[in-house]
Every structure is written in structure tokens, then in C-alpha cells.
């Protein structure tokens, strides 16, 4: 897959240089890649802004960092506004002290991982669950940075064969679910399914494990339905957008379009490439 890399421009919170320092060693995991991707993205915290504060994995090595440099004193002044409630407890355990959007309605940068990245930084996010309140916040913010490692990289958002989530409420979920095999009826290979609290959506879409089902619940109290594709998603992204937003039922979904600022990609080379939205 081609993409276009740019870094940074040197006049807008330059990062450090992409390559790693000769003492570095190759990172030999993919939580190690993470970290090396997060810890890069933190380099563009300031001290005073208001930071987004993202869920999961890869995330939680920013979060993380950042408690480290509020406690030695290299950032000062900083809020976080969680995107979910593990995001506010860990991000508690960090020390970084916690905010809202209603309080602070604008900002100043989020970062956060994603589960897959398109060639145009198009993102699906939210095989953790945290899809709303990480759209919520991430819409809100003057820069959103996303933190991968390079197996995220899709020809297409939905190829990875994995969720493609969409929150609904619980209220006639059965029905919000047809109304979604509806939008995609056309589509070779699709499927779709309520998520069940068992169901690892980040590893085995269909793998549930005991016999009684239950659920999964967001930190809204709403239901998770899955989206699956063969072979990707195919067509006109916003449309396609629109057509599962017009469902009455539906809160959000998982495709983030147009979002992301820049995204950065830690390699297995343990070199990190910063991908710069087209403006």
C-alpha cells in the first residue's frame, strides 16, 4: 500500500527527528512499538493545553507519559478530558489532573490509537467501545493526532476483516440491527452482529465465549452492533456515513472521517513516520 509521508512542519510543534538514535534498540514487540509511538506524540504536548485524552492499548502509553512529565515538572498546567471511564481512571492514577467537555468545550489536542487507518487518515475506532465519547472529544479538539504501529495500515477501512462498530441504543436493538443489514444487503460478504460482552472485537469478531448472551454495554449504557466486510468498505464513505446515521436507533459509529490531523506510525525498524493530513 502507497501513502504519502510528510512530517511536521518545523514551524508547528516540530517533532524530533524520525529516525531512532543510534543507542536505541529495535522495539520487539507490538506494545513496544505503541509506546514508541506514543512517547513521540507526547513530545507535542505543551504545558497549559487542554489534552484529549484517548482509550486503550496505545493510548495508555500516552497517558502514562504524560504523568510522568507533570510529576517531574516538565509540564505544568496540563487537563486531560477522558474519553471514557477507564481513560479518567487511568488517567487519575497518572495524575493528570481531569476536566469534561462542558467545561472546556474547545481542545487543544487529543491523541489517541486507532484500529485501522486508510490511505486519506481515515480511521475506524472503537472495537474498545469508547467510539462516542472518543468522537465527541477528538471532533472537539484543534489537533488530533493518531498513534499506530504499521499493522493497522489498510488498503480500505473495514479490511482488516474486524469490527467495524456501531453504538445503538437498547431500546429496539433488534430492529436498529435489520435496519443496518438493510444499508449493506448489496454488499458481498458483509455481516453484522450484536456484540456480546464476551466478544473480543479486537482479536476474533465471532469468538464468544459461554453458552448465555449478554451484551456488550458501553460507558453510555448503550449496545455495540458489529459491522464485518469481506473485502472492505467500497463507495462513498460520507454517504455510506449518513445512511447509518439516518437510522433512528443508531447514536454513533465507528468510522472517523476526516478527523485525524496526522497520524503516527512506529515501525518494526523502530523508526517512527508521521503521516500529515492533505490540506
Request: aromatic share 6%.
Amino acid at each position: 500500500m502507497a501513502i504519502r509521508l510528510r512530517r511536521f512542519p518545523h514551524a508547528d510543534l516540530p517533532l524530533a527527528a524520525a529516525a531512532p538514535p543510534p543507542s536505541a534498540s529495535t522495539p520487539s514487540s507490538q506494545d513496544e512499538l505503541k509506546r514508541v509511538a506514543a512517547h513521540r506524540a507526547v513530545e507535542l504536548v505543551q504545558s497549559g493545553m487542554v489534552l484529549g485524552l484517548g482509550t486503550g492499548s496505545t493510548a495508555a502509553h500516552a497517558i502514562d507519559r504524560v504523568g510522568d512529565l507533570l510529576r517531574c515538572g516538565a509540564l505544568r498546567g496540563v487537563v486531560g478530558v477522558p474519553t471514557s471511564e477507564w481513560a479518567a481512571a487511568r488517567a487519575a492514577t497518572a495524575g493528570i489532573p481531569l476536566t469534561d467537555l462542558n467545561a472546556h468545550p474547545v481542545v487543544d489536542l487529543s491523541i489517541d490509537g486507532a484500529d485501522e487507518v486508510d490511505p486519506a487518515l481515515n480511521l475506524v475506532k472503537g472495537r474498545g467501545g469508547s467510539l462516542l465519547r472518543e468522537k465527541m472529544v477528538e471532533a472537539a479538539s484543534r489537533r488530533f493526532v493518531v498513534i499506530v504501529d504499521e499493522s493497522k495500515l489498510v488498503p480500505r477501512l473495514g479490511a482488516s476483516r474486524l469490527a467495524v462498530p456501531v453504538e445503538v441504543i437498547p431500546f429496539g436493538w433488534a430492529l436498529t440491527l435489520r435496519r443496518l443489514q438493510n444499508v449493506f444487503d448489496a454488499v458481498p460478504g458483509f455481516n453484522l452482529k450484536l456484540r456480546a460482552a464476551s466478544t473480543d472485537a479486537k482479536a476474533s469478531a465471532f469468538a464468544e465465549k459461554g453458552a448465555e448472551f449478554e451484551p456488550f454495554v458501553t460507558d453510555n449504557k448503550n449496545y455495540i452492533v458489529d459491522l464485518f466486510f469481506e473485502d472492505g468498505i467500497h463507495g462513498d464513505l460520507s454517504r455510506i456515513s449518513d445512511d447509518i446515521l439516518r437510522i433512528t436507533g443508531v447514536v454513533e459509529h465507528g468510522m472517523f472521517l476526516g478527523l485525524a490531523s496526522s497520524v503516527i506510525i512506529a515501525r518494526k525498524d523502530g523508526a517512527t513516520v508521521v503521516v500529515n493530513k492533505e490540506t
